[in-house]
């Protein structure tokens, strides 16, 4: 089992939550009990096991600009913050801070550290677009936190070109790091990382403008525009969504029972290229330490010579992981063509969904037990699509979808 060395955990106190009128003084004592407590149980329980732990919140902004009654309404153009919300925020972020602080001041510990993290996700769409009120803007300015995460959907969401991505995600970086008041004895150049990028394959939602990836080929290509500008900024971690996919598709108020793609292994267990993209990018970035080791007297290389390492690395693990991928590829089309459809629900009574996880689905079509075509999908695209049969009668049909290889799958459809 893998051993890992930095650990980064969202905390949250149970029923402490920012509203408009702040936070009350037995809600900060509460966040201030539990990270306290927290920070205590790792400093002990990992005591000389050289981890490291990030306690943080995840995407705090939502938190900054949601409804008086305290539940997401994912308005990222709410034109006004109460004043009282944002100071309930920076008081909340202090206390977690003073909590981790104080246990750590306690001592009785070696080999471990935990550091506290906050989260931004909106300084783009809010502060520098809008010039509205955001964590960028009038918390993080006020706020004693070890580091910043930023999940960087409003900086790379949309875009496709690596200039674009590159220049977005490096101003809004170098902004939210000048925001910070200054703080010594951190471990890093820089105080902000990328706590979350990524994009979903094939999610097709009709409701989203945004650009997204159709294929493989696109979602790791900009996944790694996104890694390169992280890397070439200084960025100490970029925190990719995610390894298995743990997001349903909702249409219409219809749950298609399918992910939205964010993910390196898919829902039946096929490594994307982004997966590859990452396990060679790993290995070629632990071969040049290992290199540099060998040629300087095994000292370890600088966070800037680092970063030259890593680039080469990535740059290189892109080009293994095509290969690795097509390998991967054929072996699925040869072995398993069944296992990239699944239908549902069947039976059906009016209307079915049909999900498609493969890459080389080329035609669909519906027949009866006489052979007659029925119905055809004029759209299959790594995606999931509708096909109303409530006009058909009560039996068994066949559905057949074929593959640009000409292989067969064929799955028996219960009309009721």
Known sequence: MPQFKHIFLWVYSPNVW?????????????????????????????NGTDKTFYIGQWEADWELVNDVSGIEDWNQNKPTVDQHRIDGMIAQINARQAAVDRAKGEGGFSGVQVYNYTEVNLPKARSLDQGLASMLSHVLPHVNVDFVSYSCYDAIRNYSDETTIRQNLMTVMDTLQNALPAKAGLPFEKRVFVGEFGFPNGREDKYNTYAEPQSQEDQDLWSRYAMKAAIEWGSPFALYWTFYGNEHKTV????????????????????????????????????????????NSNSLPSEAQFR????????????????????????????????????????????????????SISSVHLFDLSGNKILTASKFNQGVIRLDVSALKKGIYLLKATTIENTISTIKIMKK
């Not at 939205?260 to 993209?277: A, F, L, P, S, V």
């Not at 239908?343 to 969904?353: A, E, G, R, S, W």
């Open 18 to 46: 920012v509203r408009d009128d702040g936070m009350r003084s037995d809600e900060l004592a509460n966040e201030d009990n539990t990270v306290y407590a927290l920070t205590k149980y790792l400093l002990q329980q990992y």
């Open 252 to 295: 219409d108020g219809i749950d298609w029972n399918t992910q939205n793609g964010y993910w390196m292994i898919d829902n039946i267990n096929r490594k994307q290229k982004i997966y590859h993209t990452y396990k060679n990018y790993y290995a070629a970035a632990k071969q040049g330490v290992a290199d540099f080791m060998n040629a």
């Open 308 to 359: 030259t390492i890593a680039l080469n690395a990535l740059n290189g693990a892109s080009n293994t992981s095509s290969r690795n991928f097509e390998e991967e590829r054929k072996v699925l089309a040869e072995e398993k063509p069944n296992l990239s459809l699944r239908v549902y629900p069947n039976p059906v009574t009016d209307q079915f969904f049909i999900s498609n996880h493969s890459l």
